[in-house]
């Protein structure tokens, strides 16, 4: 590797294919009701750019169900939505179009089964991200329980009932070494706690954290295009700096000062699985008349998850 001013992109990084799928899913909703008002509930992902272009093109965008008009049109995000909102949506006679991605919804269905049975589950997440909520918010059974865990300090607080019947799901968008020393931690504490072999962190952010962690190594600085409330950015910023490398969350190159690149020679370029690939081309026309005229790619991407429409579209 040459040490001119070099850009590492690396590789997969940027949309995947939840993401890609709850965008498509709104601009269908929007040809299909054109002249009517559409409505989605939250940021249908985390990506400023994205909410921005769907509000031009006269998306409304909610934070709670109860703004939108009796018998409207509503797109649920990508993160996915509790119980207490499809029973609302029902309420309020809402024409729904779930964009909630398959990965999370196939978390719901396992805490939905484990609610039926009463048995309790830890799970391991933010609080307050949309997915930890709606995830939550499958649970029902008010004689089993589900405990909320960011850490394994947090499993102090945690009062199980039966430990024999415990189980973990996890947030998707997580630090895949950071969930693994907690699910490691729960083990100890309960060793006969039931769950998947790993965590329920999907492939497209255990392939972005790997990629990021591999260009950390070689780059000066590691650039993360992604917007500041999406988790899986995040974490890639965090999963480079762990790596040992200097790095940013920029929502566009527009967030950059010359200041931090000055005397970089390689800077490397991820995106979140929310951030569209243009504001990547934008960053790298930047960073190409700054003078970064060599350009490399570090990984390959094969990734080839796709997911079907929800019927009707
Ligand atoms: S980051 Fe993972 S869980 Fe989230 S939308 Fe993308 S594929 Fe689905």
Same mark, same amino acid.
């Given at each position: 590797?040459?040490?001119?001013?070099?850009?590492?992109?690396?590789?997969?990084?940027?949309?995947?294919?939840?993401?890609?799928?709850?965008?498509?899913?709104?601009?269908?909703?929007?040809?299909?009701?054109?002249?009517?008002?559409?409505?989605?509930?939250?940021?249908?992902?985390?990506?400023?750019?994205?909410?921005?272009?769907?509000?031009?093109?006269?998306?409304?965008?909610?934070?709670?169900?109860?703004?939108?008009?009796?018998?409207?049109?509503?797109?649920?995000?990508?993160?996915?939505?509790?119980?207490?909102?499809?029973?609302?949506?029902?309420?309020?006679?809402?024409?729904?179009?779930?964009?909630?991605?398959?990965?999370?919804?196939?978390?719901?269905?396992?805490?939905?089964?484990?609610?039926?049975?009463?048995?309790?589950?830890?799970?391991?997440?933010?609080?307050?991200?949309?997915?930890?909520?709606?995830?939550?918010?499958?649970?029902?059974?008010?004689?089993?329980?589900?405990?909320?865990?960011?850490?394994?300090?947090?499993?102090?607080?945690?009062?199980?009932?039966?430990?024999?019947?415990?189980?973990?799901?996890?947030?998707?968008?997580?630090?895949?070494?950071?969930?693994?020393?907690?699910?490691?931690?729960?083990?100890?504490?309960?060793?006969?706690?039931?769950?998947?072999?790993?965590?329920?962190?999907?492939?497209?952010?255990?392939?972005?954290?790997?990629?990021?962690?591999?260009?950390?190594?070689?780059?000066?600085?590691?650039?993360?295009?992604?917007?500041?409330?999406?988790?899986?950015?995040?974490?890639?910023?965090?999963?480079?700096? !762990? =790596?040992?490398?200097?790095? #940013? %969350? $920029? &929502? /566009?190159?527009?967030?950059?000062?010359?200041?931090?690149?000055?005397?970089?020679?390689?800077?490397?370029?991820?995106? !979140? =699985?929310?951030?569209?690939? #243009? %504001? $990547? &081309? /934008?960053?790298?026309?930047?960073?190409?008349?700054?003078?970064?005229?060599?350009?490399?790619?570090?990984?390959?991407?094969?990734?080839?998850?796709?997911?079907?429409?929800?019927?009707?579209?």
């Amino acid at each position: 590797m040459s040490d001119t001013k070099t850009i590492l992109l690396a590789n997969p990084r940027g949309f995947c294919a939840g993401v890609s799928r709850a965008i498509e899913i709104v601009n269908r909703v929007l040809n299909k009701y054109q002249g009517q008002k559409i409505y989605v509930l939250h940021e249908v992902v985390h990506n400023k750019h994205v909410v921005m272009d769907l509000m031009s093109k006269g998306v409304i965008f909610v934070e709670d169900i109860n703004e939108i008009p009796q018998g409207s049109i509503v797109v649920f995000s990508a993160h996915g939505v509790s119980d207490d909102v499809l029973v609302r949506a029902k309420e309020r006679s809402l024409a729904v179009f779930d964009a909630t991605c398959p990965i999370v919804e196939k978390v719901h269905r396992k805490v939905r089964k484990l609610s039926e049975l009463g048995e309790e589950i830890i799970m391991i997440g933010h609080k307050g991200h949309q997915e930890v909520e709606g995830t939550l918010g499958q649970y029902l059974n008010p004689n089993g329980g589900m405990y909320l865990v960011t850490n394994a300090q947090d499993l102090s607080h945690v009062q199980v009932k039966d430990p024999n019947k415990l189980h973990f799901v996890t947030q998707t968008t997580l630090s895949v070494d950071e969930t693994k020393q907690c699910i490691d931690e729960i083990k100890k504490l309960y060793p006969n706690i039931h769950g998947p072999k790993g965590p329920d962190i999907c492939y497209a952010t255990q392939n972005r954290q790997s990629a990021v962690k591999n260009v950390a190594k070689i780059a000066d600085i590691v650039l993360v295009v992604g917007s500041k409330n999406s988790s899986n950015s995040n974490r890639l910023k965090e999963v480079a700096i !762990g =790596a040992g490398c200097e790095a #940013y %969350l $920029i &929502d /566009d190159y527009q967030d950059l000062s010359d200041d931090i690149i000055e005397g970089k020679n390689k800077i490397a370029i991820t995106g !979140g =699985a929310s951030a569209p690939e #243009y %504001l $990547i &081309d /934008d960053l790298i026309e930047y960073l190409i008349n700054k003078g970064y005229k060599n350009i490399e790619e570090i990984g390959t991407s094969s990734e080839k998850q796709n997911f079907l429409m929800p019927k009707g579209l």
